[in-house]
């Protein structure tokens, strides 16, 4: 019974996957430039779409560039977002006023300080954490392009240590506060892991609550997943044997006995991946295999190519993602290395499990 739709950037997957798009609102001048609101539908949801080449029709991926770097004006193209979220709450789209703003971490964290500061919103907002890692910090020079109310800076609800924080703006006047997990809510509370902020999270932690996050046990099935080369289930594990052949195949590794270890994770060291490569030759020399699906740390992603440099047809690097190569991994591999110095949920634990 609760009507849903999805505001997102523009990036260019996001406009070529957009179904029966059209134009529902026009902005003359959004951070530099002009952009349009285009609603459709997109992987079975409806979706707005923020259409802002000058924000967004850019390769690399949503938050860096070629070069592996964050884009210079990340605090402008997020804010963006925000405000289109906030400008939609105040009726701008005819029809159409939603009553909640359910905002995800700093990259929409401004909205519940434009609800608050700038008139003309009635809106509820949530925001949820993801990574509290990630908080979105700039410095004060950017305040006065945000189109935000100077009493957000006047009261402090967006400062932080001398900077500015998408993320403490959205953690302080967001109505509620959820979290990935049960866990994790108790987690960022605490000096360990809120990361300076587990002070304005104790004294918001009535509104701050965890929420498990989930899998979608259809899509991640090994018993119907089309991303394998064999299907199995529990009574047939043993038809597995013809996905690990596949891993090989896909990544240059010798067929072998030993077993195949992989990884699907972004290549940082808070997932403790920084640690792995210094240990990849013992791992060798156990006979072991390595397969490795992600990108991040560009010092990371090279010390997994100098690995697969080393050791030819032993370790297999795939620098990016590739959805159908992570369910086959999951379906192929003996076992998943998980070092993360701290897991918020860990859908890939989940994963893992469902593929046995």
């Known amino acids: 019974g609760v009507s849903m739709r999805v505001l997102l950037p523009g990036y260019p997957r ?18 530099g430039g002009e952009a349009r609101l285009i609603a459709g539908r997109a992987n079975g949801l409806d979706a707005i779409a923020i259409d802002a080449p000058h924000l967004y029709d850019r390769p690399g991926n949503p938050y860096l560039g070629p070069d592996g770097k964050d884009w210079p004006d990340n605090w402008r193209r997020f804010a963006a977002l925000s405000f289109a979220g906030y400008e939609i709450s105040r009726g701008i789209v005819e029809g159409y006023r939603p009553e909640v703003l359910h905002c995800h971490d700093w990259q ?61 703006a959205g953690l302080l006047l967001a109505d509620e506060v959820t979290t990935v997990s049960p866990t994790y809510a108790h987690e960022i509370r605490t000096a360990a892991y809120g990361m300076g902020l587990e002070g304005l999270l104790q004294s ?28 199995y289930g529990a009574s047939t594990i043993f038809n597995r044997a013809a996905n690990k052949a596949a891993v090989e195949q896909r990544f240059g590794l010798e067929p072998g006995e030993g077993p195949i270890f992989c990884v699907v994770s972004r290549l940082t060291t808070q997932k403790g991946l920084d640690m792995l490569p ?57 076992a998943i290395l998980i070092p993360s110095r701290f897991e918020p949920c860990g859908l890939t634990q989940l994963y893992g499990l469902r593929y046995g």
């Open 278 to 334: 210094g240990l990849i030759d013992m791992l060798v020399a156990h006979g072991g295999r390595l397969a490795v699906l992600g990108s991040g740390d560009a010092a990371i992603e090279n010390g997994f190519a100098g690995a697969a440099l080393r050791h030819p047809g032993k370790v297999g690097v795939h620098i990016g993602y590739d959805e159908g190569r992570s369910h086959l991994m999951q379906g192929g591999a003996d």
């Open 14 to 31: 996001v406009m070529s996957g957009l179904t029966g798009g059209h134009e529902i609102y026009w902005f003359e001048d959004l951070f």
């Open 108 to 168: 929409a964290g401004l909205v519940p300080a434009y609800v608050r500061f700038n008139p003309g919103s009635t809106a509820r907002t949530i925001v949820t954490v993801h990574n509290i890692a990630f908080q979105g910090v700039f410095g004060w020079d950017v305040f006065n392009g945000l189109k935000l109310d100077y009493e957000a800076a006047r009261t402090g609800s967006i400062e932080y240590f001398g900077n500015l924080s998408y993320l403490k």
């Open 204 to 231: 918001r932690a009535y509104s701050v609550m965890g929420i498990l996050n989930g899998i979608d046990a259809n899509e991640w099935n090994p018993g119907t997943d089309p991303a394998l080369a064999q299907t």
